[in-house]
Each structure stands twice: as C-alpha cells, then as structure tokens.
C-alpha cells in the first residue's frame, strides 16, 4: 500500500518538481488514512489533504537553506 517517500532535496533530488510533491503528499495521505483510494464520501476531504500537503511541501522546499556543496566549491 505504501511505499517509500523519497527524499525531495539535493543532493538526493537535484531538482524536485511540484510533481514530486504532489507524489509523496499522495502517499502521506494514503498512509495516514490508510486507504490507498478514497470512498466517494471521503474523496474530498483526501484530495484537500493531498494539495494542501503538496502546497506546503514545495513552500517548504523552497525556503530550505541548505549547506554549500563540495562541488559547487
């Protein structure tokens, strides 16, 4: 039912897209509601968790301060 979320910030993800996101908020919800697909009864209730949890991640993405690489060095 779940699989891994990966990790959505390099140097595991060089650039994430909000694909990515969409992704892993899709498995969190289906995680934490324990239901991979929705009845019709909850589906909305699941797809709002879903794009607000995508919503949030990107945010939080994009204000990540991350450390210097070697590379980039």
């Known amino acids: 039912m779940c699989r891994s979320i990966k990790t959505l ?5 060089e650039h994430p897209t909000s ?3 969409q ?3 899709l498995q ?3 995680k934490v509601a324990g239901m991979r697909k929705p009845s019709k009864a ?3 209730a699941f797809e709002h968790a ?5 919503r949030i991640t990107d ?12 590379a980039a060095s």
């Not at 910030?9 to 993800?13: C, I, L, V, W």
């Open 59 to 70: 945010e939080l993405l994009a204000e990540l301060v991350l450390p210097a690489r070697a």
């Open 50 to 54: 879903v794009a607000e949890i995508a």
């Open 23 to 25: 992704a892993a908020a």
């Open 42 to 44: 909850n589906a909305d």
């Open 28 to 30: 969190y919800v289906r």
């Open 9 to 13: 910030r390099p140097p595991y993800t």
């Open 19 to 21: 694909a990515d996101s």
